[in-house]
Protein backbone atom coordinates (compact mmCIF):
# COMPACT_ATOMS: atom_id res chain seq x y z
CA UNK A 1 0.00 0.00 0.00
CA UNK A 2 1.27 3.72 -0.80
CA UNK A 3 1.88 6.16 2.00
CA UNK A 4 -0.85 8.13 3.62
CA UNK A 5 -1.60 10.68 2.09
CA UNK A 6 -5.28 12.70 2.81
CA UNK A 7 -8.31 11.62 0.81
CA UNK A 8 -10.71 14.56 0.43
CA UNK A 9 -14.93 14.45 0.20
CA UNK A 10 -17.10 17.32 -1.75
CA UNK A 11 -20.47 17.28 -0.52
CA UNK A 12 -23.67 19.27 -1.78
CA UNK A 13 -26.79 19.00 -0.45
CA UNK A 14 -28.54 20.20 -4.27
CA UNK A 15 -27.02 16.72 -5.98
CA UNK A 16 -28.29 14.06 -4.69
CA UNK A 17 -28.87 10.20 -5.74
CA UNK A 18 -31.86 9.58 -4.40
CA UNK A 19 -33.97 8.23 -1.34
CA UNK A 20 -33.11 5.54 0.13
CA UNK A 21 -35.79 2.66 0.33
CA UNK A 22 -36.28 0.83 3.98
CA UNK A 23 -36.05 -2.49 1.80
CA UNK A 24 -32.46 -2.28 0.52
CA UNK A 25 -31.91 -3.42 4.31
CA UNK A 26 -33.52 -6.77 3.82
CA UNK A 27 -32.44 -10.05 4.91
CA UNK A 28 -32.73 -13.99 3.59
CA UNK A 29 -33.82 -17.08 5.47
CA UNK A 30 -33.53 -20.45 3.75
CA UNK A 31 -34.22 -23.97 4.78
CA UNK A 32 -30.77 -24.25 4.74
CA UNK A 33 -28.53 -25.63 7.62
CA UNK A 34 -29.22 -24.28 11.30
CA UNK A 35 -30.83 -21.14 9.42
CA UNK A 36 -34.55 -21.75 10.77
CA UNK A 37 -34.29 -25.18 12.91
CA UNK A 38 -32.02 -23.68 16.12
CA UNK A 39 -31.69 -20.61 14.47
CA UNK A 40 -34.54 -18.48 14.76
CA UNK A 41 -36.90 -21.47 15.42
CA UNK A 42 -36.23 -23.58 18.37
CA UNK A 43 -38.89 -25.17 19.98
CA UNK A 44 -38.10 -25.61 24.22
CA UNK A 45 -35.28 -23.55 24.00
CA UNK A 46 -35.01 -21.20 27.18
CA UNK A 47 -36.13 -18.33 25.30
CA UNK A 48 -38.25 -19.60 23.00
CA UNK A 49 -41.92 -18.47 22.83
CA UNK A 50 -45.28 -20.21 22.48
CA UNK A 51 -44.92 -20.44 19.19
CA UNK A 52 -40.82 -21.82 19.36
CA UNK A 53 -39.61 -18.40 18.12
CA UNK A 54 -36.14 -17.80 19.91
CA UNK A 55 -36.63 -14.11 21.61
CA UNK A 56 -32.98 -13.98 21.95
CA UNK A 57 -33.10 -13.82 18.50
CA UNK A 58 -35.74 -11.80 17.41
CA UNK A 59 -34.26 -9.05 19.93
CA UNK A 60 -31.15 -9.12 17.74
CA UNK A 61 -32.75 -9.02 14.26
CA UNK A 62 -34.80 -6.09 16.05
CA UNK A 63 -31.42 -4.74 16.67
CA UNK A 64 -30.15 -5.31 13.41
CA UNK A 65 -32.80 -3.14 11.53
CA UNK A 66 -33.92 -5.65 8.82
CA UNK A 67 -36.92 -4.16 7.06
CA UNK A 68 -37.83 -7.32 5.01
CA UNK A 69 -36.85 -11.35 4.46
CA UNK A 70 -37.31 -13.22 1.90
CA UNK A 71 -38.17 -16.93 2.30
CA UNK A 72 -38.00 -19.65 2.10
CA UNK A 73 -35.23 -19.93 -0.46
CA UNK A 74 -32.55 -20.01 -2.17
CA UNK A 75 -31.94 -22.91 -3.96
CA UNK A 76 -34.63 -24.74 -1.37
CA UNK A 77 -37.51 -23.47 -3.13
CA UNK A 78 -36.97 -25.26 -6.52
CA UNK A 79 -38.05 -28.49 -5.20
CA UNK A 80 -40.34 -27.26 -2.48
CA UNK A 81 -43.89 -27.90 -1.94
CA UNK A 82 -45.69 -24.89 -0.08
CA UNK A 83 -48.90 -27.48 1.04
CA UNK A 84 -46.10 -29.18 3.42
CA UNK A 85 -45.91 -26.14 5.74
CA UNK A 86 -49.17 -25.58 6.26
CA UNK A 87 -51.63 -27.20 8.76
CA UNK A 88 -51.05 -28.96 11.83
CA UNK A 89 -47.11 -29.67 12.37
CA UNK A 90 -47.30 -33.24 13.81
CA UNK A 91 -49.26 -34.05 10.36
CA UNK A 92 -46.93 -32.57 8.02
CA UNK A 93 -44.79 -34.83 5.93
CA UNK A 94 -40.93 -35.10 5.83
CA UNK A 95 -39.12 -34.79 2.69
CA UNK A 96 -35.70 -35.13 0.84
CA UNK A 97 -34.27 -31.55 0.45
CA UNK A 98 -32.12 -32.13 -2.69
CA UNK A 99 -30.75 -28.52 -2.48
CA UNK A 100 -28.46 -29.01 0.61
CA UNK A 101 -28.58 -33.44 0.68
CA UNK A 102 -31.15 -32.82 4.13
CA UNK A 103 -34.14 -33.88 5.50
CA UNK A 104 -36.75 -30.94 5.62
CA UNK A 105 -38.92 -31.79 8.70
CA UNK A 106 -41.57 -28.95 7.65
CA UNK A 107 -42.17 -28.27 11.40
CA UNK A 108 -41.77 -24.69 10.28
CA UNK A 109 -44.03 -23.88 7.28
CA UNK A 110 -45.88 -20.99 6.24
CA UNK A 111 -47.81 -19.88 9.34
CA UNK A 112 -44.72 -20.15 11.47
CA UNK A 113 -42.84 -17.59 8.96
CA UNK A 114 -45.83 -15.16 9.25
CA UNK A 115 -45.97 -15.07 12.36
CA UNK A 116 -41.96 -14.26 12.53
CA UNK A 117 -42.13 -11.79 10.16
CA UNK A 118 -44.65 -9.90 12.17
CA UNK A 119 -42.86 -10.72 15.65
CA UNK A 120 -39.67 -9.61 13.79
CA UNK A 121 -41.29 -6.29 12.37
CA UNK A 122 -40.32 -7.47 9.17
CA UNK A 123 -41.85 -7.35 5.49
CA UNK A 124 -42.29 -10.90 3.97
CA UNK A 125 -40.56 -11.45 0.27
CA UNK A 126 -42.07 -15.07 -0.69
CA UNK A 127 -40.20 -17.42 -3.50
CA UNK A 128 -42.27 -19.50 -6.05
CA UNK A 129 -41.34 -22.59 -7.23
CA UNK A 130 -40.70 -22.39 -11.27
CA UNK A 131 -38.34 -25.44 -10.92
CA UNK A 132 -40.26 -28.71 -10.33
CA UNK A 133 -43.46 -26.63 -10.07
CA UNK A 134 -44.90 -23.92 -12.52
CA UNK A 135 -48.43 -21.22 -13.00
CA UNK A 136 -50.73 -23.52 -11.11
CA UNK A 137 -48.86 -24.05 -8.17
CA UNK A 138 -47.80 -20.27 -7.74
CA UNK A 139 -51.44 -18.89 -8.23
CA UNK A 140 -52.19 -21.63 -5.54
CA UNK A 141 -49.78 -20.21 -3.26
CA UNK A 142 -50.82 -16.56 -3.80
CA UNK A 143 -54.57 -17.90 -3.29
CA UNK A 144 -53.75 -18.85 -0.22
CA UNK A 145 -51.78 -15.78 0.96
CA UNK A 146 -53.58 -12.87 -0.01
CA UNK A 147 -57.50 -13.81 -1.27
CA UNK A 148 -59.67 -12.46 1.39
CA UNK A 149 -61.93 -15.25 2.10
CA UNK A 150 -64.65 -17.73 -0.04
CA UNK A 151 -62.62 -19.63 -2.06
CA UNK A 152 -61.25 -23.46 -0.82
CA UNK A 153 -57.59 -22.24 -0.33
CA UNK A 154 -58.54 -19.01 1.77
CA UNK A 155 -60.67 -20.97 3.93
CA UNK A 156 -58.28 -23.12 4.47
CA UNK A 157 -55.84 -20.25 5.39
CA UNK A 158 -58.41 -19.61 7.64
CA UNK A 159 -58.68 -23.00 9.11
CA UNK A 160 -55.09 -23.40 9.73
CA UNK A 161 -55.74 -19.95 12.19
CA UNK A 162 -55.22 -16.95 9.86
CA UNK A 163 -58.25 -15.76 8.91
CA UNK A 164 -57.21 -12.33 7.56
CA UNK A 165 -54.64 -12.54 4.40
CA UNK A 166 -51.33 -12.42 5.07
CA UNK A 167 -50.77 -9.90 2.51
CA UNK A 168 -47.56 -10.87 1.10
CA UNK A 169 -46.68 -8.11 -1.90
CA UNK A 170 -43.22 -9.18 -2.64
CA UNK A 171 -42.69 -12.48 -4.95
CA UNK A 172 -39.85 -13.66 -6.60
CA UNK A 173 -40.52 -15.96 -9.61
CA UNK A 174 -37.81 -19.08 -8.89
CA UNK A 175 -34.53 -18.46 -7.78
CA UNK A 176 -31.50 -18.59 -9.75
CA UNK A 177 -33.23 -20.54 -12.60
CA UNK A 178 -29.49 -19.55 -14.91
CA UNK A 179 -27.44 -21.78 -11.97
CA UNK A 180 -27.27 -25.60 -13.97
CA UNK A 181 -27.34 -26.69 -10.13
CA UNK A 182 -30.44 -25.50 -9.39
CA UNK A 183 -33.01 -28.00 -9.44
CA UNK A 184 -35.42 -27.60 -12.57
CA UNK A 185 -32.42 -25.53 -14.75
CA UNK A 186 -33.25 -23.64 -17.44
CA UNK A 187 -32.52 -21.88 -20.39
CA UNK A 188 -33.67 -18.19 -20.54
CA UNK A 189 -36.01 -18.83 -23.10
CA UNK A 190 -38.00 -21.80 -21.04
CA UNK A 191 -37.27 -18.98 -17.62
CA UNK A 192 -38.43 -16.03 -19.64
CA UNK A 193 -41.90 -17.37 -20.79
CA UNK A 194 -42.39 -19.13 -17.68
CA UNK A 195 -42.06 -16.29 -15.39
CA UNK A 196 -43.96 -14.04 -18.14
CA UNK A 197 -47.12 -16.71 -17.85
CA UNK A 198 -46.52 -16.80 -13.82
CA UNK A 199 -46.67 -13.34 -13.33
CA UNK A 200 -49.78 -12.81 -15.78
CA UNK A 201 -51.59 -15.39 -13.64
CA UNK A 202 -50.50 -13.61 -10.26
CA UNK A 203 -51.74 -10.15 -11.28
CA UNK A 204 -54.90 -11.65 -12.00
CA UNK A 205 -55.30 -12.95 -8.81
CA UNK A 206 -53.76 -9.85 -7.06
CA UNK A 207 -53.27 -6.62 -9.09
CA UNK A 208 -50.93 -5.47 -6.11
CA UNK A 209 -48.62 -7.95 -6.12
CA UNK A 210 -44.77 -6.58 -6.51
CA UNK A 211 -43.26 -9.17 -9.01
CA UNK A 212 -39.38 -10.24 -9.14
CA UNK A 213 -37.77 -11.98 -11.90
CA UNK A 214 -34.38 -13.84 -12.00
CA UNK A 215 -31.27 -12.50 -13.76
CA UNK A 216 -27.79 -14.06 -13.43
CA UNK A 217 -26.86 -15.85 -10.45
CA UNK A 218 -23.67 -13.78 -10.83
CA UNK A 219 -21.87 -11.25 -12.97
CA UNK A 220 -19.23 -13.93 -13.98
CA UNK A 221 -22.28 -16.34 -14.99
CA UNK A 222 -21.10 -17.47 -18.92
CA UNK A 223 -24.94 -16.59 -19.98
CA UNK A 224 -24.53 -12.78 -18.16
CA UNK A 225 -26.19 -10.22 -20.32
CA UNK A 226 -27.35 -12.50 -22.24
CA UNK A 227 -29.86 -14.27 -20.03
CA UNK A 228 -31.06 -10.56 -18.88
CA UNK A 229 -32.18 -9.29 -22.53
CA UNK A 230 -33.71 -13.18 -23.18
CA UNK A 231 -35.51 -13.36 -20.11
CA UNK A 232 -36.61 -9.42 -20.46
CA UNK A 233 -37.68 -9.98 -24.05
CA UNK A 234 -40.33 -11.98 -22.42
CA UNK A 235 -41.54 -10.57 -19.19
CA UNK A 236 -40.32 -7.14 -18.89
CA UNK A 237 -44.27 -5.82 -19.17
CA UNK A 238 -45.23 -8.23 -15.83
CA UNK A 239 -42.06 -7.89 -13.84
CA UNK A 240 -41.47 -4.58 -11.64
CA UNK A 241 -37.63 -5.78 -10.12
CA UNK A 242 -34.81 -8.00 -12.38
CA UNK A 243 -32.72 -9.53 -9.40
CA UNK A 244 -29.03 -9.68 -9.04
CA UNK A 245 -26.91 -11.82 -6.30
CA UNK A 246 -23.32 -11.70 -5.88
CA UNK A 247 -21.12 -13.40 -2.90
CA UNK A 248 -17.44 -12.47 -2.09
CA UNK A 249 -14.59 -14.95 -0.60
CA UNK A 250 -11.88 -13.69 1.18
CA UNK A 251 -8.82 -14.70 -0.83
CA UNK A 252 -5.91 -15.34 1.35
CA UNK A 253 -3.59 -14.94 -1.54
CA UNK A 254 -4.69 -11.43 -2.77
CA UNK A 255 -5.91 -9.89 0.14
CA UNK A 256 -5.97 -6.21 -1.83
CA UNK A 257 -8.37 -7.33 -4.20
CA UNK A 258 -10.47 -9.02 -1.43
CA UNK A 259 -10.42 -5.19 -0.21
CA UNK A 260 -11.53 -3.93 -3.09
CA UNK A 261 -14.73 -6.51 -4.11
CA UNK A 262 -17.28 -3.66 -3.89
CA UNK A 263 -15.72 -3.04 -7.63
CA UNK A 264 -16.71 -6.04 -9.04
CA UNK A 265 -20.69 -5.56 -7.55
CA UNK A 266 -20.30 -1.20 -8.51
CA UNK A 267 -19.43 -2.56 -12.35
CA UNK A 268 -22.42 -5.61 -12.22
CA UNK A 269 -25.26 -3.00 -10.82
CA UNK A 270 -24.28 -0.44 -13.35
CA UNK A 271 -24.49 -3.09 -16.53
CA UNK A 272 -27.54 -4.56 -15.41
CA UNK A 273 -29.05 -1.26 -14.84
CA UNK A 274 -27.43 -0.74 -18.87
CA UNK A 275 -28.91 -4.38 -19.54
CA UNK A 276 -32.84 -3.55 -18.18
CA UNK A 277 -32.71 0.02 -19.54
CA UNK A 278 -31.89 -1.25 -23.10
CA UNK A 279 -34.68 -3.97 -22.75
CA UNK A 280 -36.88 -0.56 -21.95
CA UNK A 281 -36.28 1.01 -25.27
CA UNK A 282 -36.77 -2.49 -27.19
CA UNK A 283 -40.37 -2.46 -25.31
CA UNK A 284 -41.20 1.40 -25.99
CA UNK A 285 -41.93 1.36 -22.79
CA UNK A 286 -42.77 4.43 -19.60
CA UNK A 287 -41.80 1.63 -16.40
CA UNK A 288 -38.59 1.95 -15.62
CA UNK A 289 -37.26 -1.82 -13.74
CA UNK A 290 -35.57 -1.66 -10.24
CA UNK A 291 -33.24 -4.05 -9.31
CA UNK A 292 -33.63 -6.29 -6.31
CA UNK A 293 -30.35 -7.11 -5.28
CA UNK A 294 -31.92 -9.81 -2.91
CA UNK A 295 -28.69 -12.18 -2.03
CA UNK A 296 -25.46 -10.62 -1.26
CA UNK A 297 -22.91 -11.74 1.42
CA UNK A 298 -19.34 -12.55 2.05
CA UNK A 299 -19.42 -16.35 1.74
CA UNK A 300 -15.88 -18.31 2.48
CA UNK A 301 -17.01 -20.38 -0.77
CA UNK A 302 -13.27 -22.00 -1.36
CA UNK A 303 -14.10 -23.58 2.42
CA UNK A 304 -17.38 -25.14 1.39
CA UNK A 305 -17.25 -28.85 2.32
CA UNK A 306 -18.68 -31.58 -0.08
CA UNK A 307 -21.70 -33.38 1.21
CA UNK A 308 -21.38 -35.75 3.80
CA UNK A 309 -23.06 -38.94 2.33
CA UNK A 310 -26.38 -38.81 4.05
CA UNK A 311 -29.07 -36.71 4.84
CA UNK A 312 -29.07 -35.13 8.32
CA UNK A 313 -31.30 -32.97 9.90
CA UNK A 314 -30.47 -28.79 10.31
CA UNK A 315 -26.44 -29.81 9.81
CA UNK A 316 -24.12 -27.24 10.57
CA UNK A 317 -23.64 -25.59 6.60
CA UNK A 318 -21.96 -22.80 6.16
CA UNK A 319 -21.52 -21.78 9.65
CA UNK A 320 -18.21 -18.51 8.12
CA UNK A 321 -16.63 -16.76 11.03
CA UNK A 322 -16.72 -13.10 10.00
CA UNK A 323 -13.40 -10.97 10.59
CA UNK A 324 -13.06 -7.76 11.31
CA UNK A 325 -11.65 -7.50 7.63
CA UNK A 326 -14.78 -9.24 6.34
CA UNK A 327 -16.93 -6.61 8.07
CA UNK A 328 -14.96 -3.81 6.38
CA UNK A 329 -15.75 -5.34 2.72
CA UNK A 330 -19.56 -5.67 3.86
CA UNK A 331 -19.62 -1.90 5.14
CA UNK A 332 -17.98 -1.41 1.36
CA UNK A 333 -20.66 -3.66 -0.41
CA UNK A 334 -23.26 -1.61 1.69
CA UNK A 335 -21.93 1.56 0.54
CA UNK A 336 -22.14 0.73 -3.21
CA UNK A 337 -25.74 -0.34 -2.54
CA UNK A 338 -26.67 3.25 -1.06
CA UNK A 339 -24.69 4.75 -4.39
CA UNK A 340 -27.13 3.16 -6.11
CA UNK A 341 -30.22 3.69 -4.36
CA UNK A 342 -32.07 5.10 -7.43
CA UNK A 343 -32.01 1.92 -9.12
CA UNK A 344 -31.12 -0.80 -6.48
CA UNK A 345 -34.36 -0.44 -4.11
CA UNK A 346 -34.57 -4.18 -2.55
CA UNK A 347 -31.76 -6.06 -1.13
CA UNK A 348 -30.75 -9.04 0.83
CA UNK A 349 -28.28 -9.87 3.01
CA UNK A 350 -27.81 -13.48 3.03
CA UNK A 351 -28.50 -14.99 5.33
CA UNK A 352 -30.35 -14.16 8.55
CA UNK A 353 -28.97 -16.27 11.14
CA UNK A 354 -26.20 -19.30 11.36
CA UNK A 355 -25.62 -19.42 7.74
CA UNK A 356 -22.75 -16.98 6.37
CA UNK A 357 -24.96 -14.75 8.62
CA UNK A 358 -24.62 -11.75 11.12
CA UNK A 359 -26.52 -13.29 13.72
CA UNK A 360 -25.08 -17.08 15.13
CA UNK A 361 -26.74 -19.08 17.69
CA UNK A 362 -26.11 -22.35 19.73
CA UNK A 363 -28.75 -24.55 20.20
CA UNK A 364 -30.29 -24.83 23.62
CA UNK A 365 -27.54 -21.50 24.04
CA UNK A 366 -26.51 -17.89 23.59
CA UNK A 367 -26.97 -15.92 20.56
CA UNK A 368 -24.15 -13.18 19.06
CA UNK A 369 -23.90 -10.72 16.84
CA UNK A 370 -20.94 -11.53 14.20
CA UNK A 371 -18.78 -8.45 12.89
CA UNK A 372 -20.28 -8.15 9.88
CA UNK A 373 -23.74 -7.40 12.36
CA UNK A 374 -22.45 -3.68 13.20
CA UNK A 375 -21.86 -2.38 10.09
CA UNK A 376 -25.47 -3.29 8.40
CA UNK A 377 -27.42 -2.41 11.79
CA UNK A 378 -25.45 1.25 11.95
CA UNK A 379 -26.34 1.27 7.93
CA UNK A 380 -29.93 0.42 8.70
CA UNK A 381 -30.28 2.83 11.07
CA UNK A 382 -28.54 5.89 9.64
CA UNK A 383 -28.64 5.85 5.82
CA UNK A 384 -32.36 7.06 5.85
CA UNK A 385 -33.19 10.22 3.44
CA UNK A 386 -31.28 11.63 0.82
CA UNK A 387 -28.25 9.69 -0.57
CA UNK A 388 -25.93 12.70 -2.35
CA UNK A 389 -23.66 11.99 -4.67
CA UNK A 390 -19.68 13.06 -3.38
CA UNK A 391 -16.76 13.97 -5.11
CA UNK A 392 -13.78 11.84 -4.24
CA UNK A 393 -10.46 12.24 -4.05
CA UNK A 394 -8.14 9.55 -2.41
CA UNK A 395 -5.09 7.76 -3.03
CA UNK A 396 -5.12 4.24 -5.03
CA UNK A 397 -3.90 1.22 -4.36
CA UNK A 398 -2.99 -1.39 -6.83
CA UNK A 399 -4.97 -4.54 -7.13
CA UNK A 400 -4.51 -8.40 -9.53
CA UNK A 401 -8.30 -7.81 -10.60
CA UNK A 402 -9.60 -3.91 -11.04
CA UNK A 403 -6.68 -2.12 -11.03
CA UNK A 404 -6.08 1.21 -9.00
CA UNK A 405 -8.55 1.31 -6.72
CA UNK A 406 -8.88 4.05 -3.92
CA UNK A 407 -8.38 4.05 -0.22
CA UNK A 408 -10.88 5.11 0.70
CA UNK A 409 -14.52 3.89 -0.36
CA UNK A 410 -17.58 6.61 1.06
CA UNK A 411 -20.76 7.85 0.60
CA UNK A 412 -23.17 10.24 2.63
CA UNK A 413 -26.84 10.57 3.49
CA UNK A 414 -28.57 13.39 4.71
CA UNK A 415 -30.81 11.91 7.03
CA UNK A 416 -34.47 12.36 7.95
CA UNK A 417 -33.36 13.24 10.88
CA UNK A 418 -31.46 16.36 9.32
CA UNK A 419 -28.15 14.69 10.56
CA UNK A 420 -25.52 13.99 7.53
CA UNK A 421 -23.89 10.88 8.10
CA UNK A 422 -20.81 9.81 5.65
CA UNK A 423 -20.39 5.81 5.63
CA UNK A 424 -16.25 5.68 4.62
CA UNK A 425 -13.97 2.74 4.51
CA UNK A 426 -10.37 3.16 4.41
CA UNK A 427 -9.30 -0.10 2.39
CA UNK A 428 -5.48 0.21 3.78
CA UNK A 429 -4.41 -2.51 5.91
CA UNK A 430 -1.07 -0.39 7.29
CA UNK A 431 -2.08 3.02 7.52
CA UNK A 432 -4.58 5.56 8.80
CA UNK A 433 -6.32 8.04 6.62
CA UNK A 434 -7.19 11.71 6.79
CA UNK A 435 -9.98 12.76 5.56
CA UNK A 436 -11.23 16.19 4.95
CA UNK A 437 -14.94 16.77 4.41
CA UNK A 438 -15.84 19.70 2.40
CA UNK A 439 -19.65 21.04 3.35
CA UNK A 440 -20.24 22.53 0.76
CA UNK A 441 -24.15 23.95 1.74
CA UNK A 442 -24.10 22.54 4.70
CA UNK A 443 -23.93 24.24 7.96
CA UNK A 444 -22.89 21.66 10.75
CA UNK A 445 -23.78 21.94 14.12
CA UNK A 446 -21.58 20.40 17.24
CA UNK A 447 -21.55 17.38 17.80
CA UNK A 448 -20.30 15.63 15.65
CA UNK A 449 -19.68 11.37 15.85
CA UNK A 450 -17.14 8.83 14.79
CA UNK A 451 -18.26 5.43 15.40
CA UNK A 452 -15.40 3.32 14.15
CA UNK A 453 -14.91 -0.63 13.56
CA UNK A 454 -11.14 -1.86 13.47
CA UNK A 455 -8.71 -3.80 15.16
CA UNK A 456 -5.05 -4.35 15.28
CA UNK A 457 -5.66 -7.48 14.14
CA UNK A 458 -7.46 -7.79 11.06
CA UNK A 459 -8.81 -11.28 11.63
CA UNK A 460 -10.20 -10.83 14.81
CA UNK A 461 -13.71 -12.61 15.13
CA UNK A 462 -16.70 -12.27 17.55
CA UNK A 463 -17.05 -15.97 18.71
CA UNK A 464 -19.20 -17.81 21.22
CA UNK A 465 -16.34 -17.99 23.68
CA UNK A 466 -15.76 -14.44 23.04
CA UNK A 467 -18.86 -12.73 21.68
CA UNK A 468 -18.03 -9.38 22.13
CA UNK A 469 -14.59 -9.51 20.67
CA UNK A 470 -15.18 -6.71 18.14
CA UNK A 471 -17.56 -4.11 18.18
CA UNK A 472 -17.63 -0.34 17.30
CA UNK A 473 -15.83 2.63 19.20
CA UNK A 474 -16.05 6.04 19.31
CA UNK A 475 -13.78 8.32 18.94
CA UNK A 476 -13.12 11.49 19.70
CA UNK A 477 -15.41 14.38 18.64
CA UNK A 478 -13.98 16.96 15.69
CA UNK A 479 -15.14 20.21 15.30
CA UNK A 480 -16.25 21.58 12.01
CA UNK A 481 -13.96 24.59 11.40
CA UNK A 482 -14.24 26.91 7.74
CA UNK A 483 -16.83 24.39 6.40
CA UNK A 484 -14.68 21.66 6.52
CA UNK A 485 -14.33 18.73 8.89
CA UNK A 486 -11.05 16.46 9.29
CA UNK A 487 -11.04 13.32 10.96
CA UNK A 488 -8.64 10.43 10.85
CA UNK A 489 -9.87 6.85 9.42
CA UNK A 490 -7.68 3.94 11.33
CA UNK A 491 -6.00 1.29 9.07
CA UNK A 492 -8.88 -0.89 7.93
CA UNK A 493 -11.94 0.27 9.09
CA UNK A 494 -15.37 1.07 8.83
CA UNK A 495 -16.19 4.52 9.87
CA UNK A 496 -19.57 6.27 10.55
CA UNK A 497 -18.99 9.95 10.93
CA UNK A 498 -22.43 11.81 11.70
CA UNK A 499 -22.95 15.88 11.61
CA UNK A 500 -26.24 17.21 13.16
CA UNK A 501 -27.14 19.85 10.25
CA UNK A 502 -28.37 23.19 11.81
CA UNK A 503 -29.37 24.46 8.20
CA UNK A 504 -28.53 24.40 4.48
CA UNK A 505 -27.44 27.29 2.40
Known amino acids: MPAPCTA ?33 FEPGHPAADATGLRTDVLALIRELGVTMVRYPGGNFVSAYRWEDGIGPADLRPRRLDPAWQS ?20 EPMMAVNLGTRGVAEAGELLEYCNHPRGTTLSDLRGAHGAPEPYGIRLWCLGNEMDGPWQVGHKTADEYGRLAAETARLMRMIDPSVRLIACGSSGSGMPTFGEWESTVL ?73 P ?19 DAVVLGSLLITLLRHCDRVTAACLA ?30 RYARGQVLQLHVV ?15 HATAVHGEDGVLTVFAVNRDPAASLPLTLH ?21 AANTLAEPDRVTPRDLAGTAVVNGRLTVTLPPLSWNVIRLPVASVR
Open 8 to 40: EVFLDPHFTTGEVDPLLFGSFVEHLGRCVYTGL
Open 103 to 122: IETNRFGLGEFTAFTRAAGV
Open 233 to 305: AHAYDQVDYLSLHAYYDPDATDQASYLASAQDMERFITDVIALCDAARARHRATKRLSLAFDEWNIWYMSRQR
Open 307 to 325: GQGEWPRAPRLLEDVYTVA
Open 351 to 380: QLVNVIAPIMTEPGGPAWRQTTFHPFAQAA
Open 394 to 408: SPTYETPKYGDVPLL
Open 439 to 459: LGGFVAAAPVSHSVLADADPT
